[in-house]
C-alpha cells in the first residue's frame, strides 16, 4: 500500500513538467508564434488613374415657358414627360375680350382708310378748279391789259385763284393728317393682334418638359412659368471633385458615369467644363460631365457618380494598393526575407479604381511583398519573424 503512494507521489512530479512543456510547445506554435501572412510579386497591369466624384443630373438649359399677358388658361396641349419642339402650341388663354378689340381696331382700319380716300377725291377736285381758276384769272388778265374788261372783273377772277390755291393746300394737309390717322389705326390693330397672339403659347426652343406648373382654368401672368422646358442635349452631371484630386482634370477628359437609379449600370461620359471657384466649407469644385451620347431618360437632381479618367498606362508593374503603406514620410511596402520582415522604400505612379499602384520604382521583382490585413500591419516592425502562408 505504502508503495502505491510511493509511486503516485512519484507520477505527480514527472507529469507537471510534462503538462507545461506541452502548454509552452502549444503556445509556441500557436499564440505566441509568428504570424501567417500572404506574399505577392509584382506584375505587369494595364492602370488607369481615375478621379471620383458625387453629384447630380443638371440641364445647362432650362427655360421657363410663361405667358406675357394675364389670362385664364382654356387649353394646355402638352404634359411633363413630352418632347416638344420649336414653335409647337402649348397653351391657350382665354381671347375674347382681345379679339372683340381686335375687331374695333380693324374697323378703325377700315374708317380711316376711308376717309383717307375722301380727302384724296377732295383734292383732286381742288386740284382741277385750281387748273380752271388760274386759267380764268390769266385770260382776264390779258383781257384788263386790253381794256376790254374792267379791272373790278379781273381782280374778282384773281381771287377766286387765290382761293383755289388754298383749297389745293387745304385738302394736302387733310390728306397728310388722315394717312396719319390710318397710320395710328394700322398701330392699333398691329396691338390687338399681338394680343391676341399672345394667348397662344408656344415652346420658345425644343425641349422636354420638366414640369408643368399651371393647369386648366388657372390665370396665368406674366413672369410665372406656365411650363419648364430643359434641353436634352444639354444633360450633364454636376459633380464634387476634392481639389486635392484635380489634377489631370480637363475639359475633353473621359468619364464614367453611374446612376442610383441604374446600380451596376455605367454610361460614357465627358468632362464638359470645370468651375472657377471651390467650396470653401467642402474644398470642392463642381466639375460638368456629359453624356456620351446623350442621355434619352433622365431625371433632373438625380444622384450620380462620375470617374473621371485622368491617365492611363499600359503594361505596367504594379501591385495591390492595399500593399502600398506609409511608413514616418516613406512610402513602401514590407517583403519578407529569410522568414524575417524588411521595409523597403518604393516609389509609385497612378492609382488604378481596382485596387492596384504603379510602382515606378524601388523593386526588381524579385521580392516576395506582404498582403495582410491593415491592423496586422500595423503591427509590422524591421526584423519581425513572419510565416508565409
Do not use: C
Amino acid at each position: 500500500m505504502e508503495l502505491v503512494q510511493t509511486v503516485s507521489k512519484k507520477k505527480k512530479y514527472v507529469i507537471w513538467p510534462l503538462v507545461f512543456v506541452v502548454i509552452g510547445i502549444a503556445a509556441k506554435l500557436t499564440v505566441l508564434a509568428p504570424p501567417r501572412v500572404n506574399v505577392v510579386a509584382l506584375e505587369k497591369r494595364d492602370l488607369t488613374a481615375q478621379v471620383y466624384g458625387t453629384g447630380t443630373v443638371e440641364a445647362k438649359v432650362v427655360v421657363g415657358v410663361s405667358s406675357n399677358i394675364t389670362g385664364r388658361i382654356v387649353e394646355l396641349y402638352a404634359d411633363q414627360g413630352d418632347h416638344v419642339t420649336r414653335g409647337q402650341l402649348l397653351a391657350r388663354l382665354e381671347n375674347d375680350d382681345l379679339q372683340q378689340q381686335q375687331r374695333q381696331s380693324e374697323a378703325g382700319v377700315g374708317r380711316s382708310g376711308a376717309a383717307l380716300n375722301v380727302e384724296m377725291a377732295t383734292l383732286k377736285k381742288a386740284q382741277a378748279i385750281l387748273l380752271l381758276a388760274e386759267s380764268t384769272a390769266r385770260r382776264y388778265k390779258s383781257l384788263l391789259e386790253g381794256g376790254m374788261v374792267s379791272r373790278q372783273e379781273a381782280e374778282q377772277y384773281e381771287n377766286n385763284y387765290q382761293v383755289a390755291k388754298e383749297d389745293v393746300a387745304r385738302s394736302a394737309a387733310a390728306i397728310e393728317a388722315a394717312r396719319m390717322e390710318q397710320d395710328a389705326s394700322r398701330a392699333g390693330l398691329g396691338f390687338a393682334r399681338s394680343k391676341v397672339a399672345d394667348t397662344r403659347i408656344y415652346a420658345p426652343t425644343d425641349g422636354i418638359v420638366i414640369t408643368r406648373d399651371l393647369e386648366k382654368g388657372a390665370t396665368a401672368v406674366p413672369g410665372q412659368a406656365i411650363f419648364t422646358l430643359a434641353d436634352p442635349a444639354t444633360i450633364w452631371v454636376a459633380a464634387n471633385v476634392d481639389e486635392a484630386q484635380l489634377k489631370g482634370v480637363a475639359p475633353g477628359k473621359h468619364a464614367i458615369i453611374t446612376l442610383r437609379s441604374s446600380p451596376g449600370e455605367q454610361w460614357s461620359g465627358q468632362v464638359a467644363r470645370l468651375g472657377r471657384q471651390s467650396d470653401r466649407v467642402t474644398e470642392e469644385l463642381q466639375v460638368d460631365v456629359a453624356f456620351t451620347p446623350l442621355l434619352k431618360n433622365f431625371r433632373l437632381g438625380e444622384q450620380a457618380e462620375v470617374y473621371i479618367t485622368t491617365e492611363a498606362k499600359k503594361s505596367v508593374p504594379a501591385l495591390p494598393s492595399g500593399t502600398v503603406v506609409t511608413s514616418g514620410k516613406k512610402t513602401g511596402v514590407w517583403i519578407v526575407e529569410n522568414n524575417a520582415l524588411s521595409f523597403k522604400t518604393v516609389s509609385v505612379g497612378i492609382r488604378d479604381r481596382r485596387d492596384f499602384t504603379e510602382i515606378t520604382g524601388g523593386l526588381d521583382g524579385q521580392e516576395r511583398v506582404v498582403a495582410a490585413p491593415v491592423p496586422l500591419m500595423a503591427t509590422f516592425r524591421n526584423g519581425m519573424k513572419v510565416r508565409v502562408k
